[in-house]
């Protein structure tokens, strides 16, 4: 029964060593990375990021040459937010979650910078928090440009009217 369980598990991993499944185990590890570097209390992150990283070698070890550069690359897109369709999603909407992103990103690199020791690490965690800063408040812009927008349609829209999309109150069952 050993042997079975065994080659079963041998079995799984040789079919898995190709570079999109270990890309993916890969992104597992890092956003769980993430999420201990996050969280008050990091252990379940950690511990899964762990055995995401474990599955990741052990595949790594059967996979026939797989390119470290192209697993990353694979990884971090995975990871990196997709872009918005255009069709679908309102201008104004759509740069505000542009903006939200641009802070999400700028928060990441900060803590980044701000866990360096290097001669230079000071400078660029500076750097980083004032980005961040920044497009924390570009963020409360744009709330203030979609809070006019909704109050001008309002204000205009005839008694009765269907407000926009964005604004319709959810229809009662």
């Known amino acids: 029964m050993a042997d079975d369980e065994e080659s079963l598990g ?7 060593a190709n ?3 270990m890309a993916h ?10 999420r201990a570097v996050a969280a008050g209390n ?5 511990f899964r990021a762990v055995q995401d990283f474990d599955m ?8 026939k040459g797989v390119s470290l550069h192209d697993l990353f690359d694979k990884a971090i897109e995975e990871i990196r937010p997709k872009p918005f369709d ?3 999603d309102e201008p104004l909407y759509r740069y505000r979650e542009n903006r939200i992103r641009c802070a999400a990103q700028s928060a990441i690199q900060m803590v980044v910078e701000r866990s360096c020791d290097d001669n230079a690490a000071h400078g660029r965690a500076n750097r980083r928090e004032a980005e961040f ?9 744009v709330r203030d440009q979609i809070r006019q927008q909704a109050l001008a349609e309002l ?8 407000r926009s999309k964005r604004q319709r109150a959810p229809r009662k069952k």
């Not at 041998?10 to 898995?16: S, T």
């Not at 990091?42 to 950690?46: E, G, I, T, V």
């Open 86 to 88: 255009p069709a679908v």
């Open 25 to 34: 185990k890969l992104a597992d590890c890092l956003r769980n990375s993430m």
């Open 133 to 141: 800063l920044n497009a924390v408040r570009e963020i409360e812009d």
């Open 19 to 21: 570079v999109e499944y």
């Open 42 to 46: 990091p252990a379940s992150a950690s």
């Open 155 to 162: 204000k205009s829209a005839p008694s009765g009217a269907p």
């Open 56 to 63: 990741v070698l052990k595949l790594l070890v059967r996979s």
């Open 10 to 16: 041998e079995q799984f991993l040789g079919a898995n």
